[in-house]
């Protein structure tokens, strides 16, 4: 019998019939998109730069023109229509005030200064000046503006911009221009700001007034009823009664309760005194079972003794009279326990009456608060529209003070260099353009090649990349080597020393800890530990599993199972004269096999042994499965090292007599063609899968590595099949970290 049909697969194993394929899901995963642009931010950097570098250079081959700005900065002015233009429309219309005009739009105020009205007179002292020195320049209207930009850079700011091919026609039309510009804003404000002003201290009078009445009105209702805000009082008196409502709720329950009782205990009292006490008051009763106890006794006696003996006799005639006493102080505990019942009876009785007076009391001072409660509010919102009506015409009016002091222009030149002569600056007529276009083509395609080069590249690259791409549930994830940082561990301090160890060593105690969740019904007692391709790491991940398994208490046996490449042992630090190939192939005795890892107490190794010229044959015989099964009785749990999956049958075929596999995807080197192809043997295979471990990952916190990135220098991240690659550092490494 298979491992399988001893040990059913735990609810949450994933079957392989179920895993995703990535190609048929479809859709944009924005994530990934974003993930791959940042890999390659440099390329996309590089083409950008070069892009923009070839527009501006382009750009710099044309003819220079000079070009020359200046910023304003504007302020709607208004006369006594704009006065009231933030004053409530109720106010207005009381007063007879025609509706205020709106504000003119920033968009109104740079078609004005375009205008031929503003900028007629500019271009004829423009033309007087060099139409005899430029012939070949158009100074008319059209020709002018078309190199004239207005545009609002921010609020109440108007950025002006103007573009010639002749450095002192700009100048000198820039400063016209601005001259031009304050005269203009100075003409608009002569619209009576001393009339609105006028305006605004007549309509304030009546507003000073009703505030006046309305305060005196709130502070007369507060005296008078002895509060601050009705509301709050209401919100209290509301709360406490209902306060005393759940009181006297619960009161009446336990009156209820007490009820039911007494009238239980009245029956019991019905009974002969002598009767065992049914009743759960009595029965809880110590004194009273303690007197029934001795009654009974004493009955018990005297049934006893009459056998032999008539009520004459001395014993007979005792014991009647030490079973009368009983009764009688048995009728004194009766009575006690009625009255002390009869005693709370009362007392709730008198609580629950004086209960629902307080409520009473309560509900009738809040229907009269209610009255109050209305004048109150009615007072606050007249009151609130007096002084919101009053505090718009204030501000107004401080503000119409304030411009009335400023008899100069309104507007004002924020660059002051402009009231010299300034040199306008030789710029590329289409340099800036070239740069936007350049820079955004260059983005675009930056972008582009990012996209099609990290889709060339076919590896994955985060956890989250795995997960997606199979719906396995992802068991752990493993910090890879260079992430952690290269430090000689030697230079460390012993705290910081024990903290790395830690911090490390709790990923896999994480990854065995999930492993146990997924059997919640069935113990997963083995394992295989495989990858879908070479340098995954899945021996490094073996290895640090079974330490943590053991350092939890746990006699584990780690199986190299690679009879192609067998490296384990070397890893751990032992010998491979004898292994797994001699215990199958010579009927050996495993026990006489396996050896102790010098790693952990808890850890014991069965090592390869020799390469068969046939490894699928062994594993896959009948000898293979009975070990298996042998093991899997002997040891808490049995940790299998098996090649990787594609292109070698070893991993399934021992997966099948286990409790499932384990997928180790090494990121950065696991290429999707060949993830996606294990995925595809499995399910053929219909081998049992318990989830997948992302290996090597950059994706580690600081907070969790800070220490470590100072201490893991030699630990194997990486299974280096084929390449003889080993480092025996591991073992001490590992020896150090479980037994800190």
């Given at each position: 019998m298979l491992k399988t049909e001893k040990y059913p697969r735990p609810l949450s194993q994933v079957n392989a019939a179920q895993l995703s394929n990535p190609e048929e899901e479809g859709g944009l995963n924005l994530g990934q998109v974003g993930a791959s642009l940042r890999r390659r931010a440099l390329l996309i950097a590089g083409v950008t730069g070069v892009m923009a570098t070839a527009a501006v250079l382009k750009a710099e081959s044309d003819p220079p023109v000079y070009q020359g700005e200046f910023e304003i900065l504007t302020k709607p002015v208004t006369g006594e229509s704009q006065a009231i233009s933030n004053v409530p429309q109720t106010l207005s219309s009381e007063q007879g005030i025609a509706t205020p005009e709106r504000l003119q739009p920033v968009e109104t105020t740079i078609k004005v200064l375009q205008s031929p009205v503003v900028l007629d007179p500019v271009i004829k002292k423009l033309q007087d000046k060099y139409q005899k020195k430029y012939p070949k320049l158009d100074f008319r209207y059209d020709s002018v503006v078309a190199g004239l930009t207005i545009a609002s850079k921010q609020q109440n700011i108007l950025e002006v911009e103007f573009v010639s091919p002749k450095e002192d026609v700009a100048k000198d039309f820039l400063k016209l221009l601005a001259d031009s510009y304050l005269e203009y804003s100075l003409a608009e404000r002569q619209s009576d700001v001393k009339q609105a002003i006028d305006f605004?201290?007549?309509?304030?009078?009546?507003?000073?007034?009703?505030?006046?009445?309305?305060?005196?009105?709130?502070?007369?209702?507060?005296?008078?009823?002895?509060?601050?805000?009705?509301?709050?009082?209401?919100?209290e008196i509301s709360t406490h009664i209902?306060?005393?409502?759940?009181?006297?709720?619960?009161?009446r329950v336990q009156l209820e309760q007490m009820t039911v009782k007494y009238q239980g205990l009245q029956s019991e009292f019905a009974k002969q005194p002598s009767a065992a006490?049914?009743?759960s008051v009595l029965s809880d009763n110590p004194r009273y079972q303690k007197l029934l106890d001795q009654i009974l006794d004493v009955n018990a006696q005297i049934g006893k003794r009459s056998s032999v003996y008539t009520d004459e006799e001395e014993g007979m005639k005792r014991l009647n009279e030490q079973k009368a006493f009983m009764l009688s102080m048995l009728e004194h505990e009766r009575a006690r326990v009625n009255r002390d019942f009869q005693s709370r009876i009362n007392d709730l009785q008198a609580r629950?009456?004086?209960?629902?007076?307080?409520?009473?009391?309560?509900?009738?001072?809040?229907?009269?608060?209610?009255?109050?409660?209305?004048?109150?509010?009615?007072?606050?919102?007249?009151?609130?529209?007096?002084t919101d009506g009053l505090n718009q015409f204030l501000t107004k009016?401080?503000?119409?003070?304030?411009?009335?002091?400023?008899?100069?222009?309104?507007?004002?030149?924020?660059?002051?260099?402009?009231?010299k002569v300034t040199e306008p600056q030789a710029v590329s007529s289409g340099a800036k353009r070239n740069l936007a276009l350049g820079g955004a083509l260059g983005?675009?395609?930056?972008?582009?090649?990012?996209l099609v080069v990290d889709k060339l590249s076919n590896v994955f690259y985060s956890s989250k990349e795995i997960k997606e791409a199979s719906l396995l549930p992802l068991l752990g994830v493993v910090p890879f080597k260079k992430e952690l940082g290269a430090s000689d561990l030697q230079e460390l301090d012993?705290?910081?020393?024990?903290?790395?160890?830690?911090?490390?060593?709790?990923?896999?105690?994480?990854?065995?800890?999930?492993?146990?969740?997924?059997?919640?019904?069935?113990?997963?007692r083995s394992l295989v530990i495989s990858s879908p391709g070479q340098e995954d790491g899945k021996s490094t991940v073996a290895i640090h599993l079974a330490l943590a398994a053991a350092a939890m208490g746990q006699r584990v046996l780690l199986v190299d199972a690679n009879l192609r490449y067998p490296t384990l042992h070397k890893r751990v630090g032992l010998m491979n004269i004898q292994g797994l190939t001699d215990v199958i192939s010579q009927d050996l005795d495993w026990s006489n096999v396996i050896e102790r890892s010098p790693l952990e107490d808890n850890l014991f190794v069965l090592a390869a042994g020799p390469i068969p010229p046939d490894s699928v044959r062994l594993l896959a015989s009948q000898k293979m499965q009975d070990l298996m099964n042998e093991l899997q009785a002997s040891f808490d749990l049995v940790i299998y090292d098996t090649p990787p999956m594609v292109g070698f049958a070893d991993a399934n075929l021992l997966a099948a007599n286990t409790n499932g596999a384990i997928l180790v995807a090494g990121l950065g080197k696991l290429k999707r063609t060949v993830f996606q192809q294990a995925l595809e043997e499995i399910q053929v295979s219909g081998t049992p899968i318990l989830g997948v471990v992302a290996n090597k990952s950059k994706e580690a916190t600081p907070a969790a590595y800070s220490h470590y990135q100072k201490y893991y220098k030699q630990s194997v991240s990486s299974d280096s099949v084929g390449e003889g690659e080993q480092r025996n550092s591991v073992s001490a490494s590992s020896t150090r970290i479980n037994r800190r």
């Open positions: 605004v201290e007549v309509q304030k009078k009546p507003l000073e007034q009703r505030v006046q009445l309305w305060q005196e009105r709130l502070r007369t209702l507060r005296q008078v009823n002895n509060l601050v805000d009705p509301t709050l009082k209401a919100q209902a306060t005393l409502t759940q009181e006297r709720l619960e009161n006490a049914s009743n629950d009456k004086y209960l629902g007076e307080k409520v009473n009391s309560l509900n009738g001072y809040l229907r009269g608060l209610a009255t109050v409660s209305r004048e109150y509010d009615n007072i606050q919102r007249e009151l609130k529209i007096a009016e401080q503000s119409l003070r304030i411009e009335e002091a400023q008899k100069q222009q309104p507007w004002k030149l924020l660059d002051p260099k402009l009231t983005l675009l395609l930056g972008v582009g090649a990012a012993g705290a910081l020393q024990q903290a790395a160890r830690v911090s490390f060593f709790e990923v896999f105690r994480s990854l065995y800890t999930n492993i146990l969740l997924l059997g919640s019904d069935t113990p997963i």
